[in-house]
């Protein structure tokens, strides 16, 4: 009976997990400050941010992360650097949107140009 009832209250947490996909960040080292000066890798920290909620979604020393969306979310996610030494931030990283849907094999979106006037 006892297993009975740890599975009922397992399943849920076993159905939610596999629908939660994996996202792998990376990004550029911080290697100086805005003056030129070079900070040492083990004095910065990053942060992978989502725009919309104003969210941590990994922090580490490292120049990758992992974490998990369901399937339907959708952020806008950014990097930020931290100097751990003088609690300096960095200006935030371009923004990249992502939505984790079933669609994994569609197309890539094309990219949209425009010139206005005459070349």
């Known amino acids: 009976m006892v297993v009975f009832a740890l599975f009922i209250l397992l399943f849920p947490a076993l159905a ?17 400050n805005e003056n030129g000066e070079q900070i040492d890798p083990d004095d910065l920290i990053y ?13 580490t020393s490292s120049t990758e992360c992992t974490f998990y969306a369901g399937h339907g979310e959708c952020g806008s ?37 425009f010139i206005i006037g005459s070349r």
């Open 47 to 59: 942060a992978i941010m989502d725009r919309g909620v104003m969210q941590e979604m990994c922090v």
């Open 77 to 113: 996610l950014y990097a930020v650097a931290y100097q751990i030494s003088t609690g300096l931030e960095s200006v935030p990283s371009n923004v990249v949107d992502i939505c984790v849907d079933d669609f994994v094999n569609r197309l890539n979106s094309p990219v949209l140009e």
């Open 16 to 32: 939610i997990a596999q629908n939660v996909v994996p996202i792998t960040a990376s990004w550029t080292t911080v290697t100086t």
